[in-house]
């Protein structure tokens, strides 16, 4: 037999009913990628963000709450501290997802060479532009670093992270090549007086490319407004390199080399003799597109066909994971292919950027990530170029 309903049954009846519209009204199907991939519970492909997640839900339950007819002071004071734990546990949340999000994690993978492996991604408010790989090699005296990164920010913070593997002085930093998430960095290790190598051109175009660059970032992608000074980056600071330059570690060789046009106006990179290790920057890429805006590609693909010439057992490319295995520097050789027949194409047939778009994706690339944007980001340049230097 069923017992008579009292006032507190009926009391804790409401209770559940309200919690059950309350949770489905907050109801998130899924957090994922941090800060800012709030998924809609109604629609799995909708991003919700942050104003929407915080004070639409609010409004929703508040609502709910004013419709229910008999509702009393208890259970008006217990939505109340409901909605004040939510935003609590939220904000912790929050915190928690920011602290991640600035983390910076190294991992040695082969010994005495230490990766922080960049997203293959595009730069965005979360990621600060720590899209690229940054390296750093260790000997018995001293270390060598490989890329700055994106900001003073995010150098950093490696070098705090780099402290808890070794406390040998950073003597030697490699900058690869100019673009922002490689260069960026590059003022602190100015301050600690560490040598500096980077091509003369590249250099010239950090000077005077950089502060339009830097501002696009902050303005449009919210980097932080002291990302970089490029009054404190001086050419008596500054090393550069032409050709080649082996350096001691302690015990551990390390060759330099600018491998010229390709990627960019001078390429360096870097070998290590105790693992047969190549750290190639952006002249290589993995798992994705390449960036090609500043590039060469006819010599970009010389370069890799015949300059890599050393032995080597792993290859840490600028994007992407390392690697052992000469087929997979396929990802940027074919890329580039395509690349180098599509813009020949276009010119010699006189196609519009947009029906280039249209032009057959070879199988070999298929694999590839952020092939659209990246050809939407590099390709009325290099028609320019083509129509002007390549193809006349």
């Known amino acids: 037999m069923t017992p008579p309903k009292t006032e507190n049954s009926v009391q804790i009846i409401l209770i559940k009913s309200h919690l059950f519209f309350f949770a489905k009204t907050i109801g998130i199907k899924k957090i994922s990628g941090g800060i800012g991939k709030i998924m809609d519970s109604k629609n799995e492909n909708k991003l919700r963000n942050f104003t929407e997640f915080l004070f639409f839900d609010t409004f929703n339950v508040s609502s709910i709450m004013l419709k229910i007819r008999f509702l009393n002071f208890f259970m008006i004071n217990y939505f109340l501290k409901l909605i004040i734990i939510s935003f609590f546990l939220f904000f912790s949340f929050l915190k928690y997802n920011i602290a991640e999000n600035n983390q910076i994690l190294l991992n040695e993978v082969l010994p005495g060479i230490l990766i922080y492996y960049g997203e293959n991604e595009e730069p965005n408010e979360i990621n600060k532009g720590a899209i690229a790989n940054k390296i750093a090699i260790i000997g018995n005296k001293s270390i060598l670093v490989y890329d700055a990164g994106p900001s003073k920010e995010f150098a950093e913070r490696f070098i705090k992270e780099l402290r808890k593997y070794s406390k040998k002085p950073i003597k030697y930093l490699v900058i690869s090549h100019r673009h922002f998430d490689h260069a960026y960095g590059i003022e602190v290790y100015i301050k600690k007086k560490v040598t500096i190598f980077i091509d003369k051109t590249e250099y010239s175009y950090l000077k005077k490319e950089g502060p339009l660059i830097n501002n696009l970032l ?30 001691n570690l302690g015990n551990r060789r390390v060759l330099i080399k600018n491998l010229g046009i390709a990627h960019t106006k001078g390429d360096l990179i870097a070998y290590d003799f105790n693992t047969n290790t190549y750290i190639t920057g952006d002249v290589i890429f993995i798992g994705r597109a390449a960036a090609f805006s500043d590039a060469n590609i006819p010599m970009w693909i010389n370069v890799i066909n015949n300059k890599l010439d050393l032995s080597w057992d792993y290859l840490i490319p600028g994007h992407g994971s390392i690697i052992n295995n000469k087929l997979e520097l396929n990802d940027t050789k074919n890329w580039l292919y395509f690349l180098d027949n599509a813009a020949k194409q276009a010119v010699s047939e006189g196609d519009m950027i947009s029906e280039i778009f249209q032009y057959p994706i070879p199988k070999e690339i298929h694999h590839l990530k952020m092939k659209s944007i990246t050809l939407r980001q590099g390709i009325k340049k290099q028609l320019d170029l083509y129509r002007k230097k390549y193809i006349e």
């Open 218 to 247: 902050i303005k449009n992608l919210g980097f932080n407004e002291d990302n970089i000074n490029f009054d404190n980056i001086s050419e008596e600071k500054i090393n550069f390199l032409a050709d080649s330059i082996e350096v």
